[in-house]
């Protein structure tokens, strides 16, 4: 399997819990590589208290890193964005224009505290839209509000939003509660495309054995939808609600 793109990755060093060094970056890319993801983009955190990064301090760990994949050779190719901490310092900076999109400026990665969504979360989705910029909700089966029910998901999916799997939680990497969760909205058909969220190379291994459990139960057409033409859409913002 090959031609994958991987949405959310954390192989920039130094700049978050991903990636301590270059070594581990170029080896977590390789190991994706050779998982089948022809594409990976970074997506270092941006939240702030935890993660201080603004979209300057992001672009130059990136540039830093991106000369070392080239001169390595061989690898995925890469490419910048950001998993936004959607908060409202962070969402005055997505619609202030000081954010890191996705590349093509279509869509953005969104991250919520994992309890629940905020209070205005639907209303600033909305706006996000309004402004032609697709919210991308970054893996929904750990949000603990989604356990019990995901009507609030699905609401926000009919309504224009999308939502991203991290693979690797299908089998159990983040504990069973959001396993179960993964399943059954992988079973309800909302999710538009998965990702690795790979922090570290191990992290790679429950990539591929997530890829092996959708191929297994769902088919190779559900793995071409979510780890090769969702991700595209998503890309190119032609994502339709």
């Known amino acids: 399997m090959n ?6 990755c954390h192989f920039v060093p130094g700049i978050d819990d991903g990636a301590t060094t270059a ?3 170029i080896a977590m890319l390789e190991a994706l590589g050779r998982a089948g993801f022809d594409e990976v983009v970074a997506t270092p955190h941006m939240r702030p208290g935890l993660f201080d990064n603004d979209a300057t301090r992001i672009k ?4 830093t890193m991106l000369a070392k994949v080239e001169a390595t050779g061989g690898l995925p ?6 998993e936004h901490y959607f908060c409202d310092l962070v ?3 997505i619609v202030n224009g000081e954010a890191l999109l996705y590349p093509g400026g279509r869509a953005v990665l969104l991250e919520f505290y994992e309890v629940d969504f905020l209070p205005a ?3 600033r989705l909305f706006d996000l839209r309004r402004r032609r910029i697709l919210p991308v909700i970054a893996h929904p089966e750990r949000y603990r509000s989604l356990w019990k029910s995901h009507e609030r998901l699905k609401s926000l999916v009919e309504t224009g939003t999308v939502a991203l799997l991290d693979v690797a939680a299908l089998v159990g990497k983040y504990g069973k509660e959001p396993q179960k969760c993964a399943r ?3 079973d309800d058909g909302l999710y538009h495309a998965a990702c690795s969220d790979a922090h570290r190379v191990s992290d790679v291994e429950d990539v591929e054995d997530g890829i092996r459990f ?7 057409d559900e793995v071409d939808f979510l780890l090769r033409r969702g991700p595209r859409e998503i890309l190119a913002g032609t994502v339709s609600s």
């Open 214 to 220: 959708i191929e297994s139960k769902y088919g190779e």
């Open 77 to 82: 190719s890469i490419s910048l964005s950001s």
């Open 3 to 8: 031609g994958f793109v991987d949405l959310h």
């Open 184 to 186: 059954r909205l992988l």
């Open 121 to 123: 979360a639907a209303e």
């Open 91 to 93: 969402y005055e900076r």
């Open 23 to 25: 070594a581990d970056g």
């Open 60 to 63: 130059a760990a990136y540039a």
